[in-house]
């Protein structure tokens, strides 16, 4: 329990700096109700976008709060410069920290995401400073992800994502396609993870 003194939130000071250890956030994720019109909006009156977009993202080995589950969740993604934006919907009652987010009567940002190549030696390091997992799962070869129970406020989870596989070329596939977009084709279909 966060402690409160005097209408002041006193966070929990944690004994590491994200940013030292795994660069810039390179992700923002929200969860939604309507991807559809979160995309129209980012795209038609935030100028962000292509997006890229998949009704069903191909989730492997998901757990949660290690539990084994099949979420159902549809993803769009695009980049604002350096930073990935991600827009979440879940579309079944799975157990998530997305559902979770949710029932608490919120949408909007849920989670920020570092990303890496050096997958097992940096949950490694997290696990040893006491991080403790919560949601997990795999998009993709080499596209394994890991959110931790650390929402002291709403929007603070912290992902760990490896991008050391094709999930890591589509992000850079998004990137690169926001460079100079000229509004055109707003929402364009994932790319086959396996053709990348």
Do not use: C
């Not at 509004?183 to 396996?194: E, M, V």
Request: no cysteine.
């Amino acid at each position: 329990m966060v402690p409160v003194f005097a209408g002041i939130i006193f966070i929990k000071k944690l004994e590491y700096n994200m940013s030292t250890f795994f660069g810039e956030i390179r992700q923002l994720g929200y969860v939604v109700d309507d991807i559809e019109a979160a995309m129209a909006y980012w795209s038609n009156t935030l100028g962000v976008g292509p997006w890229y977009y998949n009704p069903k993202v191909p989730i492997r080995n998901y757990q949660y709060d290690g539990q084994t589950y099949e979420p159902h969740n549809s993803v769009a993604l695009a980049n604002s410069g350096f930073v990935q934006v991600e827009l979440i919907q879940t579309r079944n009652d799975v157990p998530s920290m997305y559902r979770d987010f949710l029932q608490a009567g919120r949408t909007g940002l849920q989670h920020v995401a570092y990303w890496t190549e050096h997958y097992d030696a940096d949950l490694e390091r997290l696990l040893k400073q006491g991080f403790k997992p919560r949601m997990s799962g795999e998009v993709g070869e080499q596209g394994r992800f890991i959110y931790f129970d650390t929402e002291y406020h709403p929007g603070t989870v912290i992902e760990l994502s490896e991008v050391a596989g094709p999930k890591g070329r589509l992000f850079d596939l998004i990137r690169a396609t926001s460079e100079g977009w000229n509004g055109q084709q707003a929402i364009r279909p994932f790319p086959d993870l396996d053709t990348l």
